[in-house]
């Protein structure tokens, strides 16, 4: 099938956020040969309008485009030709989408339909790029589709929730400034090695209710035999809810001014991409139950997740439905692993849930 071609293709030739120059390229050969509809090149995304019944409402189905930087260790034989890899399965995601596109170019249905491949999920909130784009063209949308795979649960089992499904989350740095000194002579700077260390001990000691605060990155220091003048923590901040985001950022600096006090160091906050909740209409996550009742797939009510997603600014505006896809067949190695890898084989099965979905919001808003 040719969407098992396309993912094949993209799987190869992974791409960093607002660099899928070749992704877009890869994507516009397939979707051309289509006819499904109007192209629009949004940054290094692509948003395809189909628009049958002119002054009816779209269905908007969305998938994202980029990459990791990482390494990839699998057998595949498809496996990335660079330094770069889908880890977290956005080529199954877009393959999927084309396949969607596939069955209603062959279908009968006379619906308007949006097709959205965005750019810059992982970082950089291309969402909003592709937003504007949206609200400024006037389109009206009755509902936004996404959907992600996950080897969290195995294939034929579909997840998902009303409310609040992924986390808002912060990209966040802490940047701890001090004065460099020859290690021999350390009493005569300011140590903001010392003063992270002194962070990191009373960050591990506060509680952090139902939010999630975590760092990941260090970098700091310019020699071993010297007083470090500079040190970085990079980390994220997830909460269900956007606005206590700033609750936890001003925690944050609290616990920051205190172990700078005892230093004489000082420090700054730099927020980096901020995502919205992803949010899922109760409707539209009834549509899917019977979809997937009628395709004898197993559904489960999930929890709310840590994980982020900027799908959640199309969830700001529209009603919205995200989904897990299942695709465990054997080991699990989870999102962003260097061995992530859902099989060819689904993904005619996503796309075809995909058109099932569809029709089925045909039947039900038009």
Not at 177 to 199: C, I, N, P, R, Y
Request: proline letters at 2%.
């Amino acid at each position: 099938m040719k969407e098992i071609e396309l993912r094949r293709l993209l799987h190869e030739n992974p791409e960093p956020a607002f660099k899928e120059f070749a992704t877009q390229q890869i994507l516009n050969n397939f979707i051309s040969d289509l006819n499904f509809g109007e192209i629009h090149f949004v940054d290094t995304g692509i948003v395809v309008v189909r628009e049958i019944v002119p002054g009816k409402p779209f269905f908007l189905f969305r998938a994202e485009m980029d990459a990791l930087q990482i390494e990839e260790k699998t057998d595949y034989a498809y496996k990335a030709r660079n330094s770069f890899m889908h880890a977290c399965g956005h080529d199954f995601h877009m393959a999927s989408l084309y396949g969607l596109m596939k069955r209603i170019v062959e279908s009968e249905y006379e619906a308007n339909v949006i097709c959205v491949f965005q750019p810059a999920e992982e970082t950089g909130c291309g969402a909003i790029k592709v937003l504007r784009f949206l609200i400024e063209k006037g389109y009206d949308i009755k509902a936004a589709v996404a959907m992600h795979v996950t080897d969290e649960y195995p294939f034929g089992t579909i997840a998902s929730r009303s409310g609040v499904l992924f986390c808002a989350s912060l990209e966040i740095d802490l940047e701890i400034v001090g004065q460099s000194a020859h290690a021999a002579f350390h009493w005569m700077g300011k140590d903001a090695l010392k003063t992270a260390v002194e962070f990191l001990k009373s960050f591990y000691n506060a509680s952090w209710q139902s939010d999630l605060v975590w760092f990941g990155k260090v970098h700091g220091g310019r020699a071993r035999n010297m007083v470090a003048d500079k040190v970085t923590l990079q980390g994220t901040i997830r909460s269900q809810r956007i606005e206590r985001i700033d609750s936890a950022v001003q925690k944050l600096e609290q616990m920051l001014e205190q172990s700078c006090k005892g230093f004489g160091t000082s420090f700054q906050i730099i927020k980096g991409s901020t995502y919205r909740q992803v949010e899922v209409d109760g409707d539209l996550l009834n549509l899917l139950k019977e979809v997937v009742q009628d395709s004898d797939l197993n559904f489960v009510e999930c929890e709310t997740k840590f994980t982020a997603e900027d799908f959640g600014y199309f969830s700001q505006y529209f009603p919205s439905l995200m989904f897990w896809f299942g695709t465990r067949q054997g080991q699990v190695f989870g999102l962003h692993s260097d061995r992530f890898l859902p099989s060819d084989e689904l993904v005619p099965y996503a796309s075809h849930l995909l058109f099932q979905l569809f029709t089925r919001l045909i039947r039900a808003y038009s």
